[in-house]
């Protein structure tokens, strides 16, 4: 904050709009500011509202941090005003409605950039474009990704091996190629654009090709966590990359940054929660959540609702309602009554305070869809999980968190596949999801699993703590980001 202008470094951060992708962006652009960085993130206006508080606060405090905001082509691409996020997306069509005008912000923010003179751009995995432009500046990109090393490296072996092709069933299990550690997974639970040629194909292609060329990767991660799998991801990729995690706490120290961060729509119910959980007892609680993207057909609710139920454990439920399901609603309604009378659980309405929750010490463990946020939140708060990956890479998620880490328990989720795609009778049966967090939640089952839990959260939070391996990589980036910049300026002379 003390630096000339001049001698500041600038770096400009364009998040993906989708929560999982956009939340811990913003939250290690705040990191990069509080650690003396002149940064822009540059989103639209829609996005930018779900963030903007916590940019105001950062900048009154005297951080030199702003928005910029570029008009989203909503009309263009046939979407209504204010759907400019992938959480809008309700069908597949208006997802892609969404894709196709987030691509097209591409023509506003060169320019911009141009204007603006950045030092370097710290971009999503999902703007391949943003390498070679970085290139044509003369500045570094950073590939960001918020999730696993296990994953990248697990995508790099099968994009390489295609040890599935010579599976005569989907159903069959392959080992994975490359990994240090025995893993099996089956076809069906494979990205969809892996398993058969498509547009996305080609895109993800282009996104893997770009991450290589970058100047180096930063993830929300901690080393500690999946040392063997970062030493192979260098190895492997042949880039450098910076473990900066996790992100959220380290930036959002206080409850109310907590209770802010993302996207927030229901205040009113904010203390009804807290004051349920407060009347529970200690990791006495499963937490139920599938991200921020996913919404449940009905039948694989009803089966949630029963398998929670007869679990015996008490629960606290996040739940996004899909638009037209009455059905659904008035038997969530009656469910919401039934569960207020026993006192056994307790639902929220499309969007929870996740970090202030998980960090409650009324929650023992946490059923996921294994989104990388809530493993990585859920890990800080030294949680054990029950597993239950949907699509993207959730699959190796769950596999490091099951088979590597040893701190989750599968629920036996067999297909890979968006939310938008998953059909009434694609469900998961209440058994087996009872069955899950008995063995999560139950204190000898899961003793051993506890314990690694705690561990890992130690390590986590220790991590992010002046001298901590997350903290000194972060240090270690801007001062070699610095010089980077003082090399350029002094070729110029
Ligand atoms: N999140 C939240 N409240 C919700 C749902 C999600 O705060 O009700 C946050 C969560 O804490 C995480 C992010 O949204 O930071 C979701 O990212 P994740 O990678 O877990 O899953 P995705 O939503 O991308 O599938």
């Excluded at 987030?102 to 971009?123: A, G, H, N, R």
């Excluded at 599938?290 to 606290?316: K, Y």
């Excluded at 063995?439 to 220790?462: H, N, V, W």
Aim: glycine content about 6%; proline content about 5%.
């Amino acid at each position: 904050m003390d630096s000339q202008p001049d001698q500041e470094l600038h770096v400009i951060f364009i998040p993906y709009p989708s929560p999982g992708h956009m939340i811990p962006m913003v939250d290690t652009a705040r990191l990069f500011a509080k650690h003396g960085a002149n940064v822009t993130i540059i989103t639209t206006h829609a996005n930018a509202s779900t963030f903007q508080k916590a940019i105001d606060s950062d900048f009154n405090c005297g951080y030199h941090i702003r928005t910029q905001v570029v008009p989203f082509p909503a009309a263009h691409v046939g979407l209504p005003d204010g759907a400019e996020n992938i959480k809008d997306g309700t069908s597949i069509q208006m997802l892609g409605k969404l894709v196709q005008g987030i691509s097209m912000l591409k023509d506003q923010i060169e320019p911009l950039i141009q204007d603006m003179k950045p030092d370097c751009l710290v971009t999503d995995m999902f703007y391949p474009w943003t390498v070679d432009f970085a290139a044509k500046l003369g500045i570094p990109r950073l590939y960001y990704y918020s999730s696993s090393y296990f994953s990248t490296c697990a995508t790099y072996f099968i994009r390489k091996h295609k040890p599935q092709q010579r599976l005569v069933s989907d159903t069959h299990k392959f080992i994975i190629p490359g990994l240090p550690q025995t893993i099996e997974m089956t076809p069906l639970q494979l990205e969809p654009w892996l398993r058969t040629k498509t547009v996305a194909t080609g895109y993800l292609d282009a996104v893997y090709e770009a991450e290589s060329k970058s100047y180096g990767a930063l993830y929300n991660n901690f080393y500690e966590l999946e040392s063997d799998y970062e030493k192979l991801y260098k190895s492997t990729i042949g880039i450098k990359s910076w473990s900066v995690g996790p992100v959220s706490a380290w930036v959002n120290k206080d409850d109310e940054t907590k209770a802010n961060r993302g996207h927030k729509e229901d205040l009113a119910q904010e203390s009804e929660w807290l004051n349920w959980l407060n009347s529970k007892q200690n990791e006495s609680v499963v937490y139920v959540s599938f991200g921020s993207l996913t919404r449940l057909p009905h039948t694989q609710i009803i089966e949630i609702a029963h398998g929670l139920e007869s679990s015996g454990h008490d629960f606290i439920w996040v739940i996004r309602k899909k638009d037209g399901d009455e059905d659904g609603h008035s038997f969530l309604q009656e469910f919401e009554q039934r569960m207020k009378v026993s006192n056994k659980g307790f639902i929220i309405w499309n969007w929870a305070p996740q970090l202030l929750i998980l960090d409650h010490p009324a929650i023992g463990g946490i059923v996921t869809h294994c989104g990388w946020n809530t493993i990585l939140e859920s890990v800080n708060a030294g949680l054990p999980m029950v597993t239950w990956p949907m699509y993207a890479e959730q699959f190796y998620n769950e596999k490091l968190l099951v088979d590597v880490l040893k701190i989750g328990v599968p629920v036996g989720s067999k297909e890979n596949m968006l939310w938008v795609t998953i059909d009434e009778d694609e469900t998961v049966g209440r058994e087996n999801i009872a069955k899950a967090i008995v063995q999560l939640m139950g204190r000898e089952e899961s003793k051993e699993m506890r314990r690694r839990a705690r561990k890992f959260g130690d390590a986590s939070k220790k991590s992010i703590e002046e001298g901590g391996s997350s903290y000194n990589n972060l240090m270690q980036l801007l001062d070699e980001l610095k010089s980077l910049k003082m090399s350029r300026a002094l070729e110029k002379k």
